[in-house]
């Protein structure tokens, strides 16, 4: 079985920096890409970032020149790096991993197989 772990989430001000941390345990995945969503409450789980090992990065509008991922192929590992976070940027923030290509690109939840549990990131205004 694999199991994604998130870490790095917290409580930061407007403006402030978090770098939240993504690794794969368990059963070694192939991995063609792996990404972050996250969820505010009482709205749908929406894409934020995703990696192709291809070296290939994907980014939601309202992230774009403010967050930044990176991770590592070989170690099913993935970073994002948040800066100038805003209000908005509150919810949960999860990580996943892809164990094939996507027709649909990495965009959407089901293009997917693995996710974790994750972390809470709440900005202050």
């Known amino acids: 079985q694999v199991q994604l772990v998130e870490s790095g989430g917290g409580l930061v001000q407007a403006g402030g920096s978090l770098r939240l941390s993504c690794g794969a345990s368990?059963?070694?995945?192939?991995?063609?890409?792996m990404g972050w969503f996250r969820q505010a409450p009482g709205k749908e789980r929406e894409f934020v970032a995703a990696?192709?090992?291809?070296?290939?990065?994907y980014y939601a509008d309202s992230v774009k020149g403010r967050f930044t991922i990176s991770g590592d192929n070989a170690k099913n590992t993935v970073y994002l790096e948040m800066n100038s976070l805003k209000p908005e940027d509150t919810a949960v923030y999860y990580c996943?991993?892809?164990?094939?290509?996507?027709?649909?690109?990495?965009?959407?939840?089901?293009?997917?197989?693995?996710w974790g549990q994750g972390t809470q990131v709440t900005v202050s205004s």
């Open positions: 996943a991993a892809a164990s094939s290509e996507s027709a649909s690109g990495w965009g959407a939840p089901n293009a997917y197989d693995y």
């Open positions: 368990g059963r070694t995945i192939r991995s063609y890409a």
């Open positions: 990696v192709r090992w291809n070296g290939h990065t």
